[in-house]
């Protein structure tokens, strides 16, 4: 995939991924495309693993999974910044 897409999978992930999981979480433009992209690693990792298949494009499969990769991130960050506090 070229870098702009990559960009605009990850703002449309982060987005969503931040819509059904409300809270205080880092904030901005910048950061949700950053939880997006890796959101979007995240669950090809994950999905390529469990043989699902992987994030190949803007489409609904590799949206959902980069979602679903974006909401694990934000539950891991969510889970480190509790511990630490």
């Known amino acids: 995939m070229s870098w702009i897409i990559w960009i605009v999978l990850g703002l449309v992930a982060g ?3 931040k819509m059904l999981m409300p809270g205080r979480d880092p904030g901005g433009f910048i950061v949700t495309i950053i939880i997006g992209i890796v959101g979007a690693l995240i669950g090809g990792f994950i999905s390529t693993r469990l043989g699902f298949g992987d ?3 803007f489409n609904l ?3 959902i999974i980069a979602v679903l990769g974006s909401i694990v991130l934000l539950i891991i960050y969510r ?3 509790r511990r630490s506090s």
């Open 55 to 57: 994030v190949t494009g």
């Open 61 to 63: 499969p590799s949206i």
């Open 15 to 17: 987005l969503i991924a």
């Open 79 to 81: 889970f480190v910044k």
